[in-house]
């Protein structure tokens, strides 16, 4: 594992990079590869173009393959600001093999039609011949039916693309409305760019949870969050970071309806926010950061707030 700086997430900080695999190989492990996605999940950020470069320039030296999990690539969030994904692919063709899926931009979650783009050269060439033969013994082809959607969906077809442009503004808009409500409460958020994820930190609100609750550790913090709110999250210490660590992966896809029809009323509506599911889940949220912050314990506990874990 090596850190990440603040909004970079998803892409290792190329200096804590070249020190890692240097000091590994020193002691005899081989490190062949490094993996990065982008955007991010579990922070929604996107690393910028720098980063990236730098990673590239890294991997180069050090003789890395970069597998670039792009599954999120789609659903960067438009407006003001929109985040431009940098692959390593445009820095480091040669060694960078991407990775991506129809689960996330066309929530096919059930499908796992996965798909990798090798390079063309001849670190390429070596890893398909080895992919090819761990494949003949192990997987097994998908539907026929699936094969060919997944096919279309791979063209791009100008519905698909109306869907996902207005499925990436959806995700945009609510990640910001819940952004700002733990923001609010005295968490630290990075600002979301992409995907249904944020990675909001306690960090500035720990001795509170401490003096109120007993709470050191992120996972105290989410076991509270699920037994007393019904907040399912996960806590960062499922992403390799410590147990002390008071930042948790919040994933808000569940609050744009639990009907078809109401998700596709989110879909479609010009201010998602001021749907009545929609805002009163927001409204939830802050209650429960209001019990959780509260100054005294409160016996009320308020109704539980539908943020929840999802499939990594």
């Known amino acids: 594992m090596v850190p990440t700086a603040t909004g970079q997430g998803g892409v290792p900080q190329p200096d804590l990079l070249h020190a890692a695999v240097t000091d590994a190989r020193d002691q005899g492990r081989k490190v062949k590869a490094v993996v990065v996605t982008l955007p991010d999940n579990p922070t929604g950020t996107v690393a910028s173009e720098e980063t990236v470069r730098?990673?590239?320039?890294v991997a180069r030296e050090l003789d890395l393959v970069i597998i670039s999990d792009e599954i999120y690539?789609?659903?960067v969030h438009p407006g003001e600001g929109e985040a431009r994904v940098h692959s390593p692919a445009d820095f480091a063709p040669e060694r960078t093999v991407i990775s991506t899926g129809l689960s996330k931009n066309l929530a096919l979650g059930g499908w796992r039609i996965g798909v990798l783009r090798l390079p063309e050269s001849e670190i390429g060439q070596r890893l398909?011949?080895?992919?090819?033969?761990?494949?003949s013994e192990i997987w097994s082809s998908p539907a026929a039916p699936v094969q060919e959607a997944a096919a279309y969906a791979f063209t791009e077809p100008a519905e698909l693309v109306d869907h996902i442009g207005r499925s990436r503004r959806l995700h945009g808009l609510v990640a910001r409305g819940v952004a700002d409500t733990f923001t609010a409460a005295g968490a630290e958020v990075p600002t979301p760019r992409a995907a249904f994820y944020l990675y909001p930190?306690?960090?500035p609100v720990r001795e509170r949870l401490a003096a109120q609750h007993g709470i050191t550790t992120g996972p105290e913090l989410t076991g509270?969050?699920?037994d007393r709110f019904g907040m399912g999250v996960l806590p960062a210490v499922e992403f390799g970071e410590s147990p002390d660590t008071l930042r948790m992966r919040v994933a808000t896809s569940l609050l744009y309806g639990e009907t078809e029809e109401r998700r596709y009323a989110a879909l479609s509506a010009t201010d998602p926010l001021a749907l009545p599911w929609i805002s009163d889940h927001l409204e939830r949220l802050s209650e429960v950061m209001d019990a959780l912050l509260a100054d005294s314990p409160s016996g009320s506990v308020p109704a539980?707030?539908?943020i929840a874990t999802s499939a990594v």
């Open 54 to 57: 730098c990673l590239a320039e």
């Open 73 to 75: 690539r789609d659903l």
């Open 128 to 135: 398909r011949g080895g992919l090819l033969g761990v494949a």
């Open 201 to 203: 930190d306690f960090e």
């Open 224 to 226: 509270l969050l699920l």
């Open 304 to 306: 539980p707030a539908h």
